[in-house]
């Protein structure tokens, strides 16, 4: 699984966990709802540290507490390099 998804998947999970709309996850993180929406919708491939953090404040955890999670075993990230010609894409 990308970690992109597994990110995803555990937002929603919390989200529905602590009855949480996107909208007050936000207003609780001190970020805008269009990186939580985002986030959800897969739209953000790479998430900062920075709003994930935001997130786990949000949400009162600690962000070794977010990862702590099935999602992220085996996790790969997206991969930067078209190996065909070395190019970052």
């Not at 959800?40 to 070794?64: A, D, W, Y």
């Amino acid at each position: 699984m990308l970690l992109s998804d597994a990110i995803r998947l555990r937002i929603e999970q919390l989200l529905k966990e602590n009855s949480l709309t996107a909208y007050r996850l936000s207003y609780l993180a001190g970020i805008s709802t269009s990186i939580i929406s985002d986030c959800k919708r897969g739209k953000v491939k790479e998430p900062t540290v920075s709003s994930i953090i935001h997130i786990c404040e949000g949400l009162n955890m600690q962000l070794k507490d977010f990862f702590d999670s099935p999602y992220f075993q085996d996790v790969e990230a997206i991969d930067r390099f078209d190996r065909s010609d070395s190019r970052i894409v």
